[in-house]
């Protein structure tokens, strides 16, 4: 097919009246799909349900002696720590395993620095004029978030492919009120790249104008692949220590989409310094984590080998979903000019560009239709995307003939819109 900019006004119509007529019959269907969220499917789940059993009716004893069923244990089972190492590479001693959610860590990580600042902090961060984030888009609507919530600031930065655009951070970063940066750093959320080993140096090493900069380093899809290739990620902690700044990176993760979504473990990965400043703030707010699921985790996992072989069970489920979105997305959008999509190599999403002015349009046209998707400007600060361009694909949740339906009609719905907007413009030029 053309690109729809080539088509003549009646090549246009010819065609958009043949879509409108693929449209009515995929409304038709009556569908009702939640694309939404990025959440593990029920198959998924059910990969973990062993979990449930453990850690055995008389066997709650950590490998301390501790009775994991009592108080303490603020930093978390050591055994726990030691599990998280591998998949991070910080020492056990420098990790923190904490309750379900790695949200909930960073933003309290957040809420912290602007009352109390940082270790290396002059003063708490909401003492100055303002604080502002660098805001790597399209990104994670939830870190977004949070800063909304507390009155941060964000400044969109492109991406490039292979991480942020560094110029533009380094440029950036220079301004004293610039305290942190939120980072997807590999299989990023929603445009599944990964971080450069060149991108992580250059961060780990900039020169920033506030001294207590954090990189809020949210490596949520460390061991999401969606292809046999396990990519790997420079080590940013290793890194930052190497060029003088070891305190800069805040590493968080967490197994919500490996074991139980909502009964994960979540982790803190730092400095010492860090780590002493995470723990006298827990210490307010409890006297520790849930030790007993930290130990049936450590029994259900047992190492990197175990970790890895329940993510290829994950794989086998969730790499057809993808490919089944991209199938129909080249088959009704290819040569179009309509939308270009991501091809991830792991992580939970696609990220497609409509065409500029369309993705609200899509996003109407696929509910009508029975497809809910993220909303349109989701992955921008503000929910505030400059182009209306940009839609986050979620395919993990439906049923893969589910999938295989909703992405047909996303890319009719997406086609739809662009033609709109294409005989639109001829109108204007027309009139």
Known sequence: MSLIDDLSAPELAALRQRVEADYAAFRAKGLKLDMTRGKPAPDQLDLSNALLALPGEADYTAASGADVRNYGGLQGLPEARALFSQILGATAENIVVGGNSSLTLMHDCLLDALVKGVPGSPAPWSKGSETVFLAPSPGYDRHFA??????????????????????????????????GMWCVPKY??????????????????????????????????????????????????????????????????????????????????????????????????????????????????????????????????????????????????????????????????????????????????????????????????????????NLRIAPTVPSLSDVRAASEGIAICILYAALEARARLLNEKAA
């Open 188 to 389: 990023s959320n929603p445009t599944g790249e990964i971080y450069s080993d060149e991108t992580v140096a250059r961060l780990a090493r900039m020169k920033t104008g506030a001294p207590d900069f954090r990189l809020f380093w949210d490596n949520a899809y460390c061991v999401h692949h969606l292809t046999p290739a396990r990519h790997g990620l420079a080590d940013v902690l290793a890194l930052c220590a190497a060029a003088g700044n070891p305190d800069r990176a805040f590493v968080f993760a967490s197994t919500s989409k490996i074991t139980f979504a909502g009964a994960g473990l979540a982790v803190f990965a730092s400095s010492p310094a860090n780590v002493k400043w995470l723990l006298a703030g827990m210490g307010k707010r409890t006297i520790g984590a849930d030790k007993v699921n930290q130990l049936r985790h450590v029994r259900f996992l047992r190492d990197m080998a175990g970790i890895e072989a329940l993510m290829d069970r994950h794989r086998a489920l969730i790499a057809p979903k993808f490919e089944a979105v991209a199938q129909a997305f080249e088959a009704r959008l290819g040569g179009t000019g309509a939308a270009r999509w991501s091809a991830p190599q792991g992580g939970y999403f696609l990220s497609v560009d409509a065409a500029p002015g369309t993705a609200r349009r899509v996003v109407e046209l696929a509910r009508d239709a029975g497809v809910a998707l993220t909303p349109a400007g989701a992955t921008y600060p503000l929910g505030i995307d400059p182009q209306d361009a």
């Open 146 to 179: 949070i800063c909304e919530e507390y009155g941060v600031r964000m400044i969109p930065v492109r991406l490039t492919g292979c991480g942020p655009d560094m110029n533009e951070v380094e440029r950036l970063v220079a301004d004293p009120a610039v305290k």
